[in-house]
């Protein structure tokens, strides 16, 4: 039975959004600027640095045109320096019941967000971005399916090749002002290839993104993060709703991460493909079962419209759903299928 957070959580959750919302337009520098463009038919808004001095650059992605968007430029004269307020909002949260993550996590996460990762679209993917949900949704997750020793940072090929703007920095150098001791790792199919970083054996970062293609062996380069991305099938669906949530660390990071019904139904598809780790499997199902769940009670529909479009996509996608929802308890059964 899913059991809520308290009201307080909530509320508490929706001002901390509010506030990391703010934020991020607050950090540009006096004089800057909100400028448009037009590519392929799309709006699309940047930011004019001001001319002159050690903060001269081009102009910097925001986001695509819609209407949050357009308030949040409105107010981003709002602004002010609150991180300790927000400090103060994350440990309350926390206090409710939602799941904070491991300091080396919240530290990477941090550290892309500053270094702009996320206002160029790229998402978190996995258990990092699972432990966001309990906030964002107000339930209580289980543990079993909180534990990660890795993070995953995805991004849609599509997007990576159109945004013009990308990291000014390498992301090892990231994850280097993190830890020192990240170490490239070599991409499994071309030594050559970097598409993921580590301590060792002690943590891991690993650079994803779409291939909606035929399965292939040679890593994508995305020229936004500056990094070669593992080219993963099913991707693509994950991928094509992000929302903003909050990791619970610090003063809170704003990211991008799958919306949580996409990120359900594709827990199911990927728990039947993995035929090496059936622990990593069984790990899937779980926070799948958890969100349908918590999905059920409070966006049914969203639910069973990613349920629907995941089936029509193949009868490979059909099978391997087949296949994860027969191992699933009967009301999570009955909510995906109506």
């Known amino acids: 039975m899913i059991q809520r957070l308290p009201?307080?959580?909530?509320?508490?959750?929706?001002?901390?959004m509010e506030r990391l919302r703010l934020a991020r337009f607050g950090e540009f520098p006096a004089g800057s600027s909100f400028v448009s463009k037009t590519v392929k038919g799309r709006l699309y808004w940047y930011v004019q640095m001001p001319t002159g001095g050690a903060s001269s650059r081009k102009q910097i992605y925001v986001g695509p045109?819609?209407?949050d968007l357009r308030e949040r430029i409105a107010r981003h004269g709002e602004h002010r320096i609150d991180i300790e307020d927000r400090r103060r909002l994350v440990a309350a949260i926390v206090a409710s019941g939602a799941p904070k993550p491991d300091r080396t996590s919240g530290e990477i996460a941090a550290a892309l967000a500053e270094a702009g990762a996320f206002r160029l679209r790229a998402?978190?993917?996995?258990?990092?971005?699972?432990?966001?949900?309990a906030a964002h949704l107000a339930v209580r997750l289980p543990v079993t399916s909180?534990?990660?020793?890795?993070?995953?940072?995805?991004?849609?090929f599509?997007?990576?090749t159109h945004v013009d703007d990308k990291l000014d920095r390498p992301v090892l150098d990231i994850l280097r002002e993190v830890d020192l001791r990240f170490t490239p790792v070599s991409y499994a199919f071309d030594a050559a290839r970097t598409t993921g970083y580590a301590l060792g054996e002690r943590y891991r970062v690993d650079v994803l993104t779409t291939n909606r293609g035929a399965p292939r062996d040679e890593p994508s380069f995305?020229?936004?993060l500056g990094s070669d991305a593992v080219p993963l099938p099913f991707l693509d669906f994950l991928l094509r709703e992000t929302i903003e949530t909050a990791v619970l660390?610090?003063?809170?990071?704003?990211?991008?991460?799958?919306?949580?019904?996409?990120?359900?139904?594709?827990?199911?598809?990927?728990s039947r493909n993995r035929k090496v780790n059936p622990e990593k499997g069984l790990k899937d199902r779980l926070q799948a079962a958890q969100l349908i769940e918590a999905l059920a009670l409070d966006d049914p529909f969203a639910l069973r419209e990613a349920y629907a479009e995941a089936r029509d996509r193949g009868e490979v996608w059909r099978e391997l759903l087949d296949q994860a929802v027969s191992l699933l308890p009967t009301e999570a059964r009955a909510a995906l299928e109506g």
């Open 146 to 156: 909180l534990a990660t020793l890795d993070l995953d940072i995805a991004q849609d």
């Open 222 to 224: 995305l020229p936004t």
């Open 65 to 67: 045109d819609n209407d």
């Open 249 to 270: 660390h610090g003063p809170g990071v704003l990211v991008n991460v799958p919306a949580p019904a996409r990120y359900a139904v594709h827990k199911l598809i990927v």
């Open 123 to 133: 998402a978190l993917v996995g258990t990092i971005a699972y432990q966001t949900y």
């Open 158 to 160: 599509g997007v990576a």
């Open 7 to 16: 009201l307080s959580a909530s509320t508490s959750y929706a001002e901390l």
